[in-house]
């Protein structure tokens, strides 16, 4: 055994890494005082007075900028008010959070972007109802279109808080002008302008579905958002909440003529290849080819804004910009997809119940607003303090009282199929499966 | 990172014996071909890594539209993604500079901690003799088969709950905040650590002559002066070996990081900031390229300098003689 080798390089090693460590600064404790409290422009908050010195954690799966943007949001009420918010944001925040609940250890707030999810946690009885402020607040300014999302057994449990609009077809206006193509504002028009670029050279449309492990999502939009058009919001209730067998002939329709546009050929995937190609485009890539001129139309989110690759202007006269996903039948009304998270409560704390209400309340959504890239279905925001085109575009589409709002379906469903086979169903699909096979496969997923 | 083992020097021991099949396979693994062999799979092994260095000093708009080759036809370089990486702007997370700092201090004690106890656990069970010690050595060997994900929540509770019999509190909750919470991160990872590190090093202590042991009790020697002046130089390799292996293991987890150190960044290591890197939507994942290369640096410097243990760790359980 030659064991005697050196051990003086192992110590030397750990040497260096413990003096490392010992530079380590401990973080400073910084004390807020509300010293400000009397001031005028804390005037705002003084509901909410009376809890200095308490700390509110909030857990979410915001993060980077955002969260950034998160924080400069609420520091006026931290000042005013004394309550400090420590936001935490996480990628992992949908698996975490269960963890963290069961193991004791919740966060007093969490920003909880899927409804199935919020429902899981009132019925294992950690979600708190939140407070007549709360509530009295979020019923003056949400729609009951949204406020029923978070509503459980006829307990209310967080009011919405940002919002996407999900209904959107990203184009260049440049182009546009260029070629002398004029946006749709029916479905027959949006067929119409598709055939027109098809028969220039160009195929239409690019799409694109890789997103890592939550591959298909943007199928599942897709879909959606057609089924919201050809079936009508009713029927999309009762599809969402199994009302209806996934493999309904309503859902089929839905499916066929979503792929009128996603299966076909002459229309697909303008910039990346064939039909397969959406299978293993990332979505976050998918709407590039719009700014070379190599597709003309992309179906995506409000979102999407962020992605467009440094120094492309997003505006209505710049280099890309979205219109509103025309209906089917206008008669129906204006039928919206979107998402959005809630503000549950895990903790029923004066604090904590202060916070949720603020977070409910029209400043704010205004606040927030100002700072950029942030969009609320909430009415008391007011679009003049949206900076962002789209978003203004999407809280004008929210606040618009033809509007008849849906969420995102796939995050209403249970998690086995609307993470889950839905996704890789879409996937089938799109790489070839019939529509019967693959509507089949997700009705035989759905839980007992 | 690389190891090219059959390359070492044809041997004058393989000459004599390419009679038996072992001589045979040695004597073929020392060829020529056996070397090319080795060095393309190297190659081949490294590509990625190499591509995703060269990607890391290109540009965002040219990461993100096309692939690194095109960097040898088009260079164009750039430390901006380093710069981003290590001290850009996100105020509420901080970038890496900060985390590397966390990173470290929950390294360090966690491969600190098993060690010291897997260490006088095995002396314990190799060359003291008490009741049952056969029955705790199986016990401990067998907790290797448990899989850390099926503790995370007993163990989350045992902090934020404390632990209580029949309603009698036998330990309060730990309620730790921020700093604190480093000691949870410690704990979590000497608890996962401990079974597989008193089996490697009970492989090796118990490996160690009697006679030596026997002379120094003769000599008078109580069991603390024969682990530190016996055992303790002897096992240098093995404490090592096991050293490296956590130390990589710790660096790299995210798992248990993530449930016991949360996200903050009072906390977090590289890891859960890695994570976040790319932004709510994934639109900044050209930042991921530097933060990868950033994060590996110092494993790379572990592994390098103590890469010798490492082989002979990985052996530890296996040859003998």
Not at chain 1, 252 to 278: C, M, P, Q, R
Request: glycine letters at 8%; hydrophobic letters at 45%.
């Amino acid at each position: 055994m030659a064991v005697f080798a050196r051990p003086r390089q192992a110590l030397a090693v750990a040497g260096v890494l413990g003096l490392a460590l010992s530079v380590t600064a401990c973080g400073t404790g910084d004390d807020k005082s509300s010293d400000k409290a009397d001031s005028a422009e804390c005037a705002a908050y003084e509901k909410y007075q009376g809890n200095d010195g308490k700390k509110v954690t909030i857990y979410s799966s915001i993060r980077d900028i955002e969260a950034d943007r998160l924080d400069e949001s609420w520091k006026q009420f931290e000042d005013c008010t004394g309550i400090d918010i420590d936001h935490e944001g996480s990628g992992e925040f949908e698996a975490q959070l269960g963890v963290r609940v069961d193991g004791g250890n919740a966060p007093d707030l969490a920003f909880i972007p899927q409804p199935g999810l919020l429902k899981r946690f009132v019925d294992a009885g950690k979600l708190k109802p939140v407070s007549a402020d709360t509530k009295a607040m979020a019923e003056q300014n949400y729609s009951a279109d949204w406020l029923k999302y978070s509503t459980v057994n006829g307990q209310f449990y967080g009011a919405p808080l940002g919002s996407n609009v999900k209904s959107f077809v990203w184009y260049s206006p440049k182009t546009f002008k260029e070629k002398g193509w004029t946006v749709p504002t029916t479905w027959d028009e949006l067929i119409a302008l598709s055939d027109k670029v098809a028969a220039s050279g160009t195929k239409p449309w690019c799409a694109g579905i890789e997103s890592g492990d939550a591959t298909g999502w943007p199928a599942t939009d897709w879909i959606e958002d057609v089924m919201l058009r050809t079936a009508g919001p009713e029927v999309y209730d009762q599809w969402t909440t199994h009302g209806i067998p996934f493999n309904d002939p309503k859902v089929a329709e839905a499916l066929d003529k979503a792929g009128t546009i996603l299966k076909n050929e002459k229309y697909v995937n303008g910039g990346f290849g064939g039909v397969k190609s959406i299978a293993t485009t990332s979505f976050q890539e998918a709407g590039t080819p719009i700014t070379t001129g190599k597709c003309a139309l992309h179906r995506q989110a409000s979102f999407y804004a962020n992605q467009w690759p440094p120094g492309t202007k997003v505006a209505e006269d710049g280099d890309v910009f979205a219109f509103y996903f025309p209906a089917i039948d206008p008669a129906k009304g204006k039928p919206v997809l979107g998402g959005g998270e809630f503000v549950a409560a895990f903790a029923d704390r004066p604090e904590v119940q202060a916070v949720q209400t603020y977070l409910a309340s029209g400043e704010y959504a205004n606040s927030r607003a100002k700072i950029g890239d942030w969009v609320s279905a909430n009415n008391k925001l007011d679009p003049a303090n949206v900076p962002n085109p789209v978003d203004k575009l999407s809280v004008q589409i929210l606040q618009d009282q033809k509007t008849v709002f849906r969420f995102d379906g796939s995050d209403l469903m249970p998690a086995a199929v609307g993470a889950g086979t839905f996704w890789k169903g879409m996937v089938e699909w799109v790489n070839g499966k019939d529509t019967a096979t693959v509507l089949q496969g997700i009705e035989s997923s759905w839980p007992k | 990172m690389t190891t090219t083992t059959p390359t070492l020097p044809a041997g004058a021991q393989a000459t004599g014996k390419t009679s038996t099949a072992a001589g045979r396979v040695r004597k073929r693994l020392n060829s020529r071909t056996a070397t090319l062999a080795s060095i393309v799979i190297a190659v081949l092994w490294t590509i990625p890594t190499f591509g995703l260095l060269v990607s890391s000093f290109r540009p965002e708009n040219q990461i993100k539209t096309t692939g690194w080759w095109t960097f040898f036809g088009d260079p164009q370089f750039t430390l901006e993604n380093y710069q981003e990486v290590l001290f850009g702007r996100s105020s509420s997370s901080g970038q890496l500079a900060s985390y590397f700092i966390n990173s470290l201090a929950i390294t360090i004690p966690s491969v600190l901690f098993p060690l010291a106890f897997a260490s006088l656990a095995a002396y314990a069970l190799a060359w003291i003799n008490f009741r049952g010690r056969d029955w705790v050595y199986i016990a401990i060997f067998a907790l290797q088969i448990v899989p850390l994900q099926m503790a995370l929540v007993p163990l989350l509770k045992f902090f934020s709950t404390g632990v209580s019999l029949g309603g009698v509190p036998l330990m309060p909750a730990w309620d730790l905040v921020d700093e604190q919470k480093f000691a949870q991160v410690w704990f979590a990872h000497t608890c996962f650590a401990l079974p597989f590190a008193v089996f490697l090093l009970h492989n090796f202590i118990s490996q160690l002559p009697k006679d030596l042991m026997e002379a120094a009790r003769v000599d008078g020697a109580t069991h603390p002066k024969i682990f530190r002046t016996i055992v303790l130089p002897l096992i240098t390799p093995a404490i090592a070996a096991f050293g490296i292996f956590q130390f990589l293991w710790v660096w790299n987890d995210l798992l248990v990081a993530l449930i016991f150190a949360g996200g903050g960044n009072e906390t977090a290591p590289l890891t859960v900031r890695l994570a976040e890197m790319a932004g709510s939507r994934g639109n900044e994942w050209q930042r991921l390229t530097a933060g990868a290369f950033v994060s590996i640096v110092v494993p790379l410097v572990v592994f390098l300098s103590l890469q010798r243990y490492f082989v002979r760790g990985l052996l530890a359980g296996s040859v003998k003689g």
